[in-house]
């Protein structure tokens, strides 16, 4: 049985959707309105590089070499009741995965494929809390097969935000994620805080940033956990039939975002990738585990549309 963890592709969508939205609702009859901290993400494209890895088990010797490839376009409409939003929105990763084998030698090159639609509402409530709701069916597969029943998750997470000033706003929530039949839980803290050129932003225990604003661009650090899962009838080795895939990672380092011209932002991150690790499930329902080492780089590109 692989770990009870909670996975994405919708891991990620719930960091990236819970602090693009931030207060996208506001209840009028509020006596004081704030602006949002931050600005709404309606599409982007970005690229992951990763160094080599060693990989040692009592199954290979090898290093693994992995590409990752995302893009996501959202929208969020008002609805006749004042101060509520529709959400929706599709994620679609793309995941390449070269691993070579000293012993026995061999080669092989894995693609993995998600798909993720998002169906949400954003409420405004008073006393300056609103609340977000979002249901997140996904296919996740090498699609060498066709798809059936092993290759869908669903995802349904909650969170409830406060704004406490003008400067800062903290929410809690949860999550909830099926994975390969098993069920998972994940309790959220939310924290924004932006005050004049400096901007925190956490959604723990997934995603932790920190910047240095200026007009056109912004400098700092973040983290952000990475956890992947797929359906698979792939090969790591020609002894490891896999059935089920899963690979975890957290990046931490230096970002930067630029504004190129009105809504469209580039951004750059590079760093270093700690905590690798690979799972696999074979069709007898056996857990073969795989551990990275040592710790490899990163380096991400990408660009992105924000209101």
Avoid at 185 to 213: D, I, M, R
Wanted: proline fraction near 3%.
């Amino acid at each position: 049985m692989l770990k009870y963890r909670f996975s994405p592709p919708i891991l990620m969508l719930i960091s990236f959707l819970l602090l693009s939205i931030d207060q996208y609702a506001q209840q009028q009859n509020d006596t004081v309105s704030y602006a949002r901290l931050s600005k709404f993400t309606i599409a982007s494209l970005n690229k992951y590089y990763y160094s080599n890895s060693d990989l040692k088990s009592s199954y290979l010797n090898s290093d693994v070499k992995m590409e990752a490839l995302r893009a996501s376009i959202q929208i969020a409409l008002p609805l006749k009741n004042e101060g509520s939003y529709f959400y929706s929105g599709l994620d679609y990763i793309y995941i390449n995965s070269i691993t070579n084998n000293n012993i026995p030698e061999s080669y092989y090159n894995n693609v993995y494929k998600s798909l993720t639609y998002n169906l949400g509402v954003i409420t405004g409530l008073k006393n300056h809390w609103s609340l977000l709701a979002i249901v997140s069916p996904a296919i996740a597969s090498d699609f060498k097969e066709p798809i059936g029943n092993d290759d869908l998750m669903l995802g349904i997470s909650a969170i409830a935000t406060k704004r406490y000033n003008a400067y800062f706003e903290y929410g809690i929530g949860f999550s909830f994620n099926t994975r390969f039949k098993y069920e998972m839980y994940l309790p959220l803290l939310t924290l924004q805080f932006k005050k004049y050129h400096h901007e925190l932003s956490a959604l723990l225990p997934l995603q932790l940033s920190a910047y240095y604003c200026f007009k056109r661009y912004k400098i700092g650090f973040e983290g952000r956990l990475f956890e992947n899962y797929y359906n698979a009838d792939d090969k790591l080795a020609a002894n490891i039939n896999m059935d089920k895939f899963g690979f975890s990672k957290v990046n931490f380092g230096p970002r930067m975002q630029v504004q190129l011209f009105q809504a469209l932002y580039f951004n750059m991150a590079g760093g270093i990738t700690v905590f690798n690790e690979l799972t696999s499930l074979n069709k007898k329902g056996n857990k073969e585990e795989i551990t990275a080492t040592p710790n490899k780089l990163f380096f991400n590109v990408g660009l992105s549309l924000q209101k």
